[in-house]
């Protein structure tokens, strides 16, 4: 609730400047927050102007804090727990220390253009991970999608739903896309249109069988969730 509160302030403050690129990208963050909440609603419209998008890329973003990958251990050391308490309240979600990168694949037509930019090479403090964007172009066959942490699979790909999900199932990988149908396959995130604002869907027999715990935060403000049976 601490986590949804400073959101909902810091979107507020968001919503009277002037929307730079930057600035438009931190209030779709904030929207992650807002959308979790009744209140969220009344101020959702200052961001739902932006392009979609846009706001698909922060819920990209904002799925890291969210999620939890087999190799995570939280911080043991009262040192670590102290860093992990000076950082921003965005960093404080995570709990994966390692040197490595944390990758965000997109699979097929790139639909972000530009808006992935804020957060590519940004290192989360909490994480010591550097966020890498890695664009593998349309599906082909012997492709190498084990290498990320996110899979998004652009609409383009639709087709190849199945093949793509074959390749990833039982893997370490949130995979994600703004496809009808997409979790009755097998996919784990669903984006949705709801009303004019990008909500998110959830497949937690998926999830649990690729080994990935979600926080309860994200499943409690799911419009729709598949159980695990």
Not at 94 to 123: A, C, H, M, N
Not at 165 to 171: A, I, K
Not at 184 to 204: A, F, H, P, S, T
């Amino acid at each position: 609730m601490y986590l949804i509160k400073t959101i909902h302030s810091k979107m507020l403050k968001f919503s009277r400047t002037v929307c730079t690129s930057l600035t438009m990208f931190m209030i779709v963050l904030a929207a992650f927050g807002l959308s979790a909440t009744s209140i969220g609603y009344a101020e959702s419209a200052k961001v739902k102007k932006a392009p979609q998008a846009l706001i698909k890329a922060g819920y990209l973003y904002k799925f890291i804090f969210f999620v939890r990958w087999p190799d995570e251990k939280r911080p043991s050391s009262k040192k670590d727990k102290k860093e992990a308490e000076d950082v921003s309240i965005e960093e404080q979600s995570g709990q994966l220390i390692s040197d490595e990168d944390i990758t965000i694949g997109i699979l097929g037509d790139d639909p972000f253009g530009d808006y992935l930019k804020p957060i590519e090479g940004r290192v989360i403090k909490s994480l010591n991970k550097k966020v890498v964007i890695k664009r593998f172009g349309p599906y082909r066959d012997g492709i190498n999608l084990k290498q990320c942490h996110i899979l998004y699979i652009c609409s383009s790909e639709k087709e190849n739903i199945e093949k793509i999900l074959s390749r990833t199932d039982g893997n370490a990988i949130l995979t994600v896309a703004d496809i009808k149908g997409f979790l009755e396959l097998g996919g784990m995130v669903n984006l949705v249109d709801v009303m004019g604002l990008i909500r998110w869907e959830i497949n937690l027999a998926s999830t649990r069988r690729s080994g990935l715990k979600i926080s309860s935060t994200l499943i409690q403000s799911a419009v729709m969730v598949i159980p695990v049976p």
